[in-house]
C-alpha cells in the first residue's frame, strides 16, 4: 500500500520497541515511475534514460557561524547546490525548527524571516527539506513546500503516475511512496455480471484515471477478458453519485463486466505526460505522502 515501505516499517518498528537505534538519513532523493510495485520495493518502473536523474529533496549543511533570532542570515560551510526557496530548515544540534528558505547564494543561506531559534554554537548541522512538517490524523499527510524540478528531458520519459523518496542518488532503498494526486481511497464494490460499482460520493468524472486494491481487504473481481490488478490504471466511465463503471481504457465509454463479485479500495490519480523537451517541475503543495 502506499506510504512506508517494508524498509522504513520494519526499522520503524523495531525502532519504537527499542531494539535499535533509528537508522540516519543523511540525504533523500526523488524519484518518478510509471508503473508501481508492492511494499518489498520492488516491481516499480523509475523512469530512465532521457536525461532523468533523481533530485535530491532532502540533507544536512553545518553552517560556520553563529546566529541569533534577530537575523535572517546564516554563513554556511558549503553550498551543496541542491537546497532551493521554500526548503525548510531544521537545526538538527539544537533540535529546533528555525525557518523556510527564501534564498542559498553561495555560502549565504537567508530565510524568509528571523530565525525561530537561535544556535547552540558556530556549527550548528542544519537539515534541509522540500516537504513541510505532517499534520492531520487518519492520515497524516505532508505536502512539498518547495518546487522540485527535474532536468529537462531529452527524450520521453512516458507517463508518471507515482512518486517515490530513496535513500540513495541510484539503487538503494525505497523508503516511502505515492501515487499522483492528493485523492483519498474510497471504498468500492461491484456484483457478479456487472459493470457498475459502487462508490459512495465519488465526484469523478468521466475518463479520470483511477487504481483499484484489495490489500486491505476484499477480492478483485474477474473480467472475462482477465482480473484486475491492484495498481493497474483504469479509468471511469458514465459516473453518477455513488456509482461508476470502469474501462481498462480512456476514450469512449466501453466498460468492463465483471464474472465475479469483488470489492476493495479504488482511488482517483493524476498521470503526467513528460515528452522530450519537457522540464518535469512540481510546484509546492502538489506531492502528497500520507500515513494512516
Known amino acids: 500500500m502506499v506510504g512506508k515501505t517494508d524498509y522504513s516499517a520494519k526499522n520503524w518498528l523495531n525502532y519504537v520497541t527499542g531494539q535499535v537505534p533509528m537508522p540516519t538519513l543523511p540525504a533523500v532523493w526523488l524519484a518518478l515511475f510509471t508503473a508501481v510495485?508492492?511494499?518489498?520495493?520492488?516491481?516499480?518502473?523509475?523512469?530512465?534514460g532521457g536525461s532523468y536523474a533523481r533530485v535530491q529533496v532532502a540533507g544536512s549543511v553545518a553552517a560556520t557561524a553563529s546566529w541569533t533570532t534577530a537575523t535572517p542570515n546564516i554563513t554556511m560551510t558549503t553550498n551543496p547546490g541542491w537546497v532551493v526557496p521554500g526548503m525548510s530548515v531544521y537545526d538538527t544540534t539544537n533540535g529546533f525548527a528555525i525557518g523556510t528558505v527564501l534564498t542559498y547564494v553561495g555560502t549565504a543561506l537567508v530565510l524568509t524571516?528571523?530565525?525561530?531559534?537561535?544556535?547552540?554554537?558556530?556549527?550548528?548541522?542544519?537539515?534541509?527539506?522540500?516537504?513541510?512538517?505532517?499534520s492531520g490524523s487518519a492520515p497524516s499527510t505532508l505536502?512539498?513546500?518547495?518546487?522540485?524540478?527535474?532536468?529537462?528531458?531529452?527524450?520521453?520519459?512516458?507517463?508518471?503516475?507515482?512518486?517515490?523518496?530513496?535513500?540513495?542518488?541510484?539503487?538503494g532503498n525505497l523508503l516511502e511512496w505515492d501515487f499522483?494526486?492528493?485523492?483519498?481511497?474510497?471504498?468500492?464494490?461491484?456484483?457478479?455480471?456487472?459493470?457498475?460499482?459502487t462508490v459512495k460520493a465519488n465526484?469523478?468524472?468521466?475518463?479520470?484515471?483511477?487504481?483499484?486494491?484489495?490489500e486491505f481487504g476484499g477480492t478483485l473481481p474477474t473480467l472475462s477478458t482477465g482480473t484486475f490488478t491492484s495498481y493497474t490504471v483504469n479509468f471511469v466511465a458514465t459516473p453518477a453519485t455513488d456509482t461508476i463503471n470502469i474501462d481498462t481504457t480512456s476514450g469512449p465509454a466501453t466498460p468492463v463486466v465483471t464474472t465475479s463479485s469483488g470489492s476493495g479500495m479504488l482511488r482517483k490519480i493524476v498521470q503526467q505526460v513528460i515528452p522530450s523537451g519537457v522540464t518535469?517541475?512540481?510546484?509546492?503543495?502538489t506531492l502528497t505522502l500520507s500515513e494512516v
Open 280 to 285: 518535469a517541475s512540481f510546484s509546492g503543495s
Open 143 to 171: 505536502n512539498n513546500g518547495a518546487t522540485i524540478t527535474f532536468a529537462a528531458a531529452s527524450a520521453s520519459w512516458g507517463t508518471v503516475i507515482a512518486f517515490g523518496l530513496y535513500d540513495a542518488v541510484t539503487s
Open 113 to 134: 524571516a528571523n530565525a525561530a531559534h537561535a544556535s547552540s554554537g558556530t556549527t550548528d548541522s542544519l537539515t534541509f527539506s522540500a516537504f513541510t512538517p505532517a
Open 203 to 214: 465526484g469523478m468524472a468521466s475518463n479520470d484515471p483511477i487504481v483499484l486494491t484489495a
Open 37 to 48: 510495485g508492492i511494499d518489498a520495493g520492488t516491481g516499480f518502473t523509475e523512469v530512465s
Open 180 to 197: 499522483m494526486g492528493a485523492f483519498n481511497w474510497l471504498p468500492f464494490e461491484i456484483p457478479n455480471a456487472s459493470s457498475l460499482a
